[in-house]
């Protein structure tokens, strides 16, 4: 995500009294780090100081007036919370706000630091959107604060003056909403917005957050005449962080008509591309996004390519939840995968299935058997097989339909804990000259 996304207030960044810039000191261990953060700030109205540990940071903060620091917790020598402790002797929260920055999402860390006196934190690797508008938010603080402070000179003057602060921050708490919904929008453009028009299938899908921002994702893709492709991905975590990885793994899997694209084995010279297999794919994407000790966050995958002559559909499951499979019986069985996670696996395991006339196919994240109602109880894999089984009589929109309103009924009053994301195929038709045999061997094969 880019920073460009951040809304430029024509004074964000400029102080009380003589409309001079905030003053911000940035202090981190790391050259790249402090120097890409101060530039960034600059960039946006602000002056910034930097400090490359924390006997530096004091110095500088005993013979400096700062209007906020950003402090990273991990530092050799005086550590970030060390630092903390020394600066709330002396500067309030209001005074001088803090927001801490650190290298992993540690409650721990975070609750300690609170207890310091921490005014906010941020998890690295930064994203700038979040970084800019924490500063944000706290200078518009210290600065409501700083002003209701010089208003007990005057009553009346103080009661407008109140009334101003708290429209301010109403304001700062929009802003933060709209830079999140831009987000959100961006994570948005990457959804499929119509499904491929095949001859006999049919597809519906539903994608419902938990927050302003998801952590799964979804996505049809028409490879070439006679192959779709088609996944769910769901990142650990939520927030800002899996919005991230999701979106960043959606990316790499939306390109298709590229030679450089890990879904197809591409032949520029004469403008033809075939769809790679699914174990592949999950290979390549497994390089590209590596497990990073920093935010220690991986996703799961599940990525099918149909071939729309034959019906046969090869998947791979990355750690994900096996389709399930509804047939003209209303039986269901399940296709199963055993590969590891995208980011903690190596090498990857497809399955090929041939699908029949009335088969219906359900890629579904985690969010679907981990809705919990209010007796602590799960949807789980009976009764998400039991609601397709009931709803095999209608089309498949109206099917992925009645999902989330058995989802809805059983949640009751407990809130959506996570993200809930459904994709459906539904081959109205057999293949011509498809043959009965199911391709798959029963170890990948598990009735419900």
Known sequence: ??????????????????????????????????????????????????????????????????????LD???????????????????????????MATAKDDSHDIAHALELGANDY??????????????????????????????????????????????RLTQIAERTQREL??????????????????????????????????????NVLTIDADHIALYVLDVSGHGVAAALLAVAATRILSVYDDPDSILVHAAPERGLWTPAPPAEVAGKLNRKLPWNSGSQQFLTLFYAVLNVMTREICYVSAGHPGAVRVNRNRATDV??????????????????????????????????????NPAGELFGSERLAAALRRSAGENVTQSVAALLRDLDAFRGSSPQSDDITVLAMDCITAAAGAGPTDSRGPENLRPR
Not at 127 to 148: C, G, N, P, W, Y
Not at 149 to 155: F, M, Y
Not at 345 to 370: A, K, N, P
Request: proline content about 5%; glycine content about 8%; hydrophobic content about 45%.
């Open 73 to 99: 917790v991990m530092m050799p020598g005086i550590s970030g919370l060390d630092v903390l402790r020394e600066v709330r002797k002396i500067h309030s929260q209001t005074d001088l706000p803090v927001v």
């Open 1 to 70: 995500m880019s920073d460009n996304l951040a809304e430029k207030g024509p004074d964000a960044a400029v102080s009380e009294g003589a409309q001079t810039p905030f003053h911000i000191l940035v202090v981190d261990d790391n050259e790249a780090n402090r120097e890409s953060l101060s530039r960034r700030l600059i960039r946006r109205g602000y002056t910034a100081a930097t400090a490359a540990d924390g006997e530096a940071a004091l110095q500088l903060i005993a013979a400096n007036r700062y209007d906020l620091v950003l």
């Open 335 to 372: 296709l199963e995968g055993s590969g590891l996670p995208i980011g903690i696996g190596e090498s990857y395991e497809q399955h090929t299935v041939r699908l029949h006339g009335g088969d219906r196919i359900f890629l579904y994240s985690d969010g679907v058997t981990e809705t919990m």
């Open 122 to 167: 941020v998890v690295k690797p930064l994203d700038f959107v979040v970084v800019l508008a924490r500063v944000r938010t706290q200078l518009m603080l210290k600065k409501s604060v700083d002003r209701i402070v010089g208003l007990e000179h005057s009553l009346a003057t103080r009661n407008n003056e109140l009334e101003q602060a708290n429209e």
């Open 181 to 218: 919904m831009a987000a959100a929008g961006v994570q948005a453009a990457f959804l499929p917005t119509a499904a491929p028009r095949v001859p006999g299938l049919e597809f519906a899908w539903a994608f419902r957050p938990c927050q302003e921002l998801a952590g799964d994702s979804l």
